[in-house]
């Protein structure tokens, strides 16, 4: 089971931590993503670690104002957000692919099967 938390207002220009803990599994033993749906579109990835710990980004916003990190005392993957921008905003959520074999690499997000329920994150003045 993956949870989500760390969401809520932001003002445009602050800064955000968003925690995925995992119960159950051990997470850095799988590749694991961070996914965003804002209103209105489909689901995105943001970026992946894969079990070895390489990120792989997928949005712009992880190059310039994003990182991942992961604490595997705390079986749980972070997303720092910074100088966070209206377009930030939507749900987030976590997912594991506990059958993707590579450990170097991130799968496909149709691979990512074990999701979390998401936390919010506004952007708003």
């Known amino acids: 089971q993956l949870v989500e938390s760390g969401g809520g207002l932001v003002e445009p220009g602050g800064s955000l931590t968003l925690s995925c803990t995992a119960s159950?599994?051990?997470?850095?033993?799988?590749?694991i993503g961070w996914f965003r749906q804002a209103p209105g579109k489909e689901r995105e990835q943001i970026t992946c670690?894969?079990?070895?710990?390489?990120?792989?980004h997928y949005s712009r916003a992880m190059t310039s104002r994003f990182a991942v990190s992961r604490d595997k005392a705390q079986n749980t993957l972070y997303l720092q957000m910074n100088r966070v921008e209206p377009e930030d905003a939507g749900r987030y959520y976590c997912?594991?692919?506990?059958?993707?074999?590579?450990?170097?690499?991130?799968?496909?997000?149709?691979?990512?099967?074990?999701w979390g329920q998401g936390t919010q994150v506004t952007v708003s003045s």
């Open positions: 997912a594991a692919a506990t059958q993707y074999a590579s450990e170097l690499y991130c799968p496909e997000v149709s691979a990512f099967e074990s």
């Open positions: 670690i894969s079990s070895a710990g390489n990120a792989i």
């Open positions: 159950g599994f051990t997470s850095d033993y799988y590749a």
